[in-house]
């Protein structure tokens, strides 16, 4: 039997719940095992749900699945909302403390869950506590193993003569995590590696962890048999890293040679940003060295603004942003495109409209992005499915808008932003730089900034160059950028700016716009960080001997039509995968292809969708048991 198990721990948002996840992830990684992780969290800084699911293989994954095999609460919560998700054969790991809690007294949760969860376990003749969804979880099959932690600190506290242990209740998450890990049978070496890495910087407070994390481990392995999921030994696969998601585009910028981001905190874009500030100076090789300028502004127009301005410089610059700070910086989007400044935008797309769900799933914006600011203006409008991705993407967005000397918008989301996983260790060496047409010297004097060119782009100086003054305005402009309203000169200007969207379509790789995975009579179309769910899901069917094709649009605007089309010219079923209501890339789809998508797999609770939603959705669809519109909704 092959590895494949869920671990999943929850608890009030600020308890240690991410803290005790990358413990485990970190752990898994080191011994071996691919990693998936995935957090999901409310906009609270403290009290409310939060909760990391962490799949671990011993073969390749790309995202997470519906059940769960071995759960930590330490909280009631935690018990509520995710008991029915443990399969039969798996195990509840939860503090024994709770077991009298009532659902009336769990005052976090909302009243259209409690409405439901009282409306289960009243079909299952069951007491409205944390007691009677055990009894519900105990009757499928699950184990339980209840622990007091309270009691762990306590004999611990006696047994090192420390009793301030007692009330360390912020260290749940590590008992939950050592009960965990000698529950499966994993070695305890690595836990404490693990917690003296992560704590390497408060020593005291390391040894304090590792302390607890001993006698919970042992107190696990002498009270509790292994479960039924526990992980067969792995071999370590070499140049495998584990890492987060906003990790991958921050060390992308910082290879690619950006050395100047503005930014405003918004969620979940701001980790990138911090990540930047606190590993400013990376020296790649020896003629890449180099540190990236990272400036909190006062808002999101400004971090534009200001990204705009390190450009004029010719300094690869940008910013990175979610939808609503992306919708202030719609104006400016239209002063650099008209100046043909070369910028790149990271958007992490979470749920709108408006605020929305702060920190939740979306990938809302695909067409706000393609049609954001008034007026025509070129932009690229490019996607990454996967964090590993997102890195080498990075770099071929940057030299996208130096080559083209247009704004590159590059599309992310939560989901990537939040995911932990296990790849191959990023290779710079497969990084380029190309600056286009950026000067060194200006030859050609008098010098025109906008000067009309065989190919429509001009050569670029940079503030400060000798001979090379431009000038710059929102106005339309001659060549040399100066104001000019007269009617031949503005179809001169909008045919050189305009005409780029053939010759992006022309200079960027095939395999940079679309890759295929493979064509088969049914189809699926998608972007983004659906990609990991989608590939797993037809592995599945894969089992089944059945057989499902796939494509992953990652130029969008540009729209690929010529190639999309002959791709799927002999596809019979068209199936949309996405998170978002309307279906954003069918409408995309018919608008250039003039085809309608046969069938919509899509998810707007701001929930990333799982590779088990995915399978089953396209179960009923190759079964003709399918909507047109089949609307996931897993996740708590």
């Known amino acids: 039997m092959n590895t494949d198990l869920t671990w999943l721990i929850g608890g009030p948002q600020g308890s240690g719940v991410e803290s005790g996840a990358n413990i485990f992830s970190k752990v898994c990684a080191g011994i071996g095992y691919q990693v998936f992780g995935k957090r999901e969290f409310y906009s609270n800084i403290k009290g409310e749900h939060s909760y990391f699911a962490v799949r671990i293989s011993d073969k390749k994954i790309h995202s997470n699945v519906n059940d769960v095999h071995l759960m930590v609460a330490f909280d009631g919560e935690t018990i509520f909302r995710h008991a029915d998700e443990v399969v039969e054969g798996g195990a509840i790991i939860y503090d024994s403390d709770l077991e009298e809690t009532k659902i009336d007294e769990v005052h976090t949760l909302d009243i259209y869950f409690k409405s439901r969860l009282e409306k289960y376990l009243e079909s299952k003749n069951k007491e409205f506590s944390i007691k009677g969804i055990l009894e519900t979880a105990k009757e499928r099959g699950v184990t339980l193993l209840p622990v007091s932690f309270r009691e762990i600190l306590s004999k611990l506290a006696e047994d090192t003569n420390n009793p301030k242990l007692k009330g ?82 921050a060390i992308g910028k910082m290879v690619c040679g950006c050395r100047f981001q503005p930014y405003y905190p918004i969620t979940p874009a701001s980790d990138e940003s911090v990540y930047l500030e ?66 790149v935008i990271t958007n992490y797309q979470r749920s709108g409209p408006s605020t929305g769900l702060p920190t939740r799933h979306g990938q809302d914006d695909l067409l706000f992005a393609i049609n954001a600011g008034h007026g025509e203006f070129p932009r690229i409008v490019y996607a990454s499915g996967a964090i590993e991705e997102s890195f080498y993407d990075t770099g071929k967005c940057f030299n996208f808008a130096d080559i083209f000397q247009v704004p590159v918008i590059h599309l992310l989301d939560k989901f990537i932003a939040s995911s932990v996983i296990t790849c191959k260790r990023f290779d710079p060496e497969k990084v380029t ?57 503005r179809i001169q200007m909008m045919d050189k700016r305009l005409s780029r969207f053939d010759l992006i379509l022309n200079q960027i790789p095939k395999e940079d716009q679309v890759v295929s995975f493979g064509m088969a009579d049914h189809c699926i179309i998608s972007w983004g960080s659906t990609k990991g769910p989608i590939l797993d899901a037809i592995d ?58 046969d069938y919509f797999i899509l998810k707007y609770t701001g929930r990333s969708m799982t590779s088990t939603e995915i399978y089953d959705s396209l179960k009923k669809i190759l079964g003709n048991k399918a909507k047109k519109r089949e609307i996931l909704t897993h996740g708590a």
């Not at 696990?220 to 585009?249: C, M, R, Y």
């Not at 799927?568 to 608008?591: P, Y």
């Open 278 to 343: 606190s590993n400013e100076i990376l020296n790649v090789k020896e003629d890449r060295p180099g540190s990236t300028v990272v400036v909190q502004t006062e808002d999101e127009i400004s971090a534009i603004g200001m990204m705009i301005g390190g450009a004029l410089t010719g300094t690869r610059s940008s910013t990175c942003t979610s939808g609503p700070g992306f919708s202030l910086m719609a104006e400016a989007l239209g002063w650099a495109g008209i100046n043909e400044v070369p910028v």
């Open 433 to 489: 730089i190309d600056r286009g047409k950026l000067l060194d010297k200006i030859k050609q004097k008098p010098y025109k900034r906008f000067e009309q060119t065989s190919d429509g782009i001009s050569p670029r100086s940079k503030l400060g160059l000798e001979d090379g003054i431009f000038w710059n305005t929102g106005d339309e402009s001659d060549e040399y950028g100066h104001i000019s309203e007269d009617p031949y000169m």
């Open 540 to 597: 599945m069917l894969k089992k089944e001997n059945i057989n499902v094709g796939f494509i992953q649009i990652k130029l969008l605007h540009p729209f690929p039509t010529e190639y999309v089309k002959s791709l799927l010219k002999d596809v019979k079923t068209i199936i949309d995968v996405e998170a978002n209501h309307t279906g954003q890339l069918g409408i995309l789809f018919k608008q250039n292809l003039g085809r309608d998508v």
């Open 168 to 249: 360390m209740i912020r260290m749940f998450n590590v008992i939950g995590v050592s009960l965990s890990l000698g529950i499966l049978g994993l070695d305890s070496k690595p836990l404490l590696d693990s917690i003296e890495s992560i704590f390497s910087k408060k020593p005291k407070v390391a040894e304090i962890n590792k302390q607890v994390a001993n006698y919970a481990y042992n107190y696990a392995t002498a009270k509790f048999d292994k479960i039924n999921f526990s992980p067969n030994s792995v071999s370590k696969e070499p140049n495998t890293i584990l890492v987060q998601g906003h990790q991958g585009t």
